[in-house]
């Protein structure tokens, strides 16, 4: 899954638990595990001087929470450019995650990646905001369903030309599509406050079916025969819409 997105996704849900009272103390330990496995070495939120990430996430936590912060949600910038969203993810800061903070002081915030010292820093640049944008949707149904789709035709796709392709995906697709179907799911990018089982599994399957980077991705597939390559990169287009529209759906379908 693409590291830069799930920063925001489990910054602003451990937040929105966080500015509702209801984080547990394991939760919040989660967060300094969760950076040093993302190779985070600090983190910075506007003026601020970065700091470590674990410690900076918990004072930008508690500011929020003493701005009266009511609810925190995520959208995705689609940056203008010669390649479609789902190649481009394959690059820093490309497609960035915005976070959307409503609280006494309405502000956006958008993430800035530098890698240095073979570890990332983020820098969370704030701006504040007259209006807000709406949440957008929070149909986990809906986006669980989309997500299924996509990923039976990415799988007819891998299955239907054979090797290399079908031993590199055939099993990546099957194990996102089995989370898809579990009873029961917990996702780590998420607190259990606020979020029903349903998200969990959305979010786990989506991150799951993140297979969108440089060599030896999804991405770097190619095809001589060109409606079978037309095929692909149309496939390759709606699949990512839909693991990015289950990410968004299931990281904003926060309920106090």
């Known amino acids: 899954m693409s590291g ?5 996704i489990i910054l602003a849900a451990f937040a929105n638990a966080y500015c509702h009272n209801c984080l547990s103390p394991d939760e919040g330990e989660r ?11 600090s983190l910075k939120f506007g003026g601020v001087a970065p700091l470590p990430p674990a410690e900076a996430a918990r004072g930008w936590m508690e500011a929020l929470r003493q701005m009266n912060t009511r609810r925190l949600w995520l959208q995705q910038l689609i940056t203008p450019g010669p390649l479609p969203p ?9 497609n960035p ?29 704030i701006v504040a905001c007259d209006e807000l944008p709406p949440v957008g949707n929070v149909d986990v149904d809906q986006a669980s369903d989309e997500l299924r789709r996509q990923l039976a035709a990415a799988r007819a796709f891998v299955t239907a030309h054979g090797e290399p392709h079908y ?11 089995a989370i898809l179907e579990a009873s029961n799911y917990r996702c780590e990018l998420l607190p259990l406050c606020g979020y029903s089982v349903a998200a969990h599994r959305l979010l786990a399957a989506a991150t799951a ?13 190619n095809f001589p025969d060109k409606a079978i390559q037309h095929q692909y990169q149309t496939l390759t287009n709606t699949f990512y819409d839909a693991v990015e529209s289950g990410c968004l759906a299931a990281a904003n379908a926060f309920t106090p």
Request: aromatic share 18%; hydrophobic share 45%; charged share 20%.
């Open 4 to 8: 830069e997105q799930n920063v925001s």
């Open 86 to 94: 789902a190649v481009a993810a394959a690059f820093a800061n490309a």
């Open 31 to 41: 967060l300094a595990d969760f950076f040093t496995r993302g190779y985070v070495s």
């Open 167 to 177: 031993a590199g995906w055939g099993e990546w697709l099957d194990r996102a599509s």
């Open 209 to 221: 079916s993140w297979v969108f980077g440089g060599m030896g991705s999804w991405n770097d597939m």
């Open 97 to 125: 995650t915005l976070i959307f903070v409503d609280c006494e002081r309405p502000h956006v915030m958008r993430p800035e990646w530098k890698f240095a010292h073979k570890s990332w820093r983020i820098n969370y640049h």
